[in-house]
T-cell receptor
């Protein structure tokens, strides 16, 4: 039973297009994250948020941007997609404010292919 | 910096074999430690966790013990099943409250 939802699951798009990957959670979590997972499985944190109107860049430089206007919603946008953006994108959330070191809950991911 | 290192895969086992996947962490502070599992086509799921030294996390027959003296958190299962085939990730929190993952270990279990 998923409490964190990502859409679309799969997306194939041409170079130069603008795309937004959606992520929503129903758990009321303050912390949300975007990870990029490369074909070798390694996970890289690209964005995170500690709450509404809070966004930070992660450890891996990314050309994407995020917004956090509502607690439950944390969309990721690519203004101009390129083949190098082809990857799996995983959204996660945690109750990190009330519980220190709480585990992350992940969505099922969006697999993006840019042609 | 704060990191975890886990053994490379793939790990290939026959059903009912004993499983160990090694994970070590850098000894900065006393981080909470986690194992996550990723089944094909899905996101990551929390498998187990431990928050302090000598804690043992367990779930679905998997176990891992937080060992401060060896800075390790190895994942074990006494008898694997085909359905355990997945990618397993060790993870820890950094001092900046971000979760960092190991590179993942793919487990393949054959009947």
């Amino acid at each position: 039973e998923a409490d964190i939802y990502q859409t679309p699951r799969y997306l194939v798009i041409g170079t130069g297009k603008k795309i937004t990957l959606e992520c929503s959670q129903t758990m009321g979590h303050d912390k949300m994250y975007w990870y990029q997972q490369d074909p070798g499985m390694e996970l890289h944190l690209i964005h995170y948020s500690y709450g509404v109107n809070s966004t930070e860049k992660g450890d891996l430089s990314s050309e994407s941007t995020v917004s956090r206007i509502r607690t439950e919603h944390f969309p990721l946008t690519l203004e101009s997609a390129r083949p190098s953006h082809t990857s799996q994108y995983l959204c996660a959330s945690s109750d990190g404010v009330r519980v220190i070191n709480s585990p992350l809950h992940f969505g099922n991911g969006t697999r993006l292919t840019v042609t | 910096g704060d990191s975890v290192t886990q053994m490379e895969g793939p790990v290939t086992l026959s059903e009912e074999a004993f499983l160990t996947i090694n994970c070590t962490y850098t000894a900065t502070g006393y981080p909470s430690l986690f194992w996550y599992v990723q089944y094909p086509g899905e996101g990551l799921q929390l498998l187990l966790k431990a928050t302090k030294a000598d804690d043992k996390g367990s779930n679905k027959g998997f176990e891992a013990t937080y060992r401060k003296e060896t800075t390790s958190f190895h994942l074990e299962k006494g008898s694997v099943q085909v359905s355990d085939s997945a990618v397993y990730f060790c993870a820890r929190y950094t001092g900046f409250q971000k979760l960092v993952f190991g590179t993942g270990t793919r487990l393949l279990v054959s009947p």
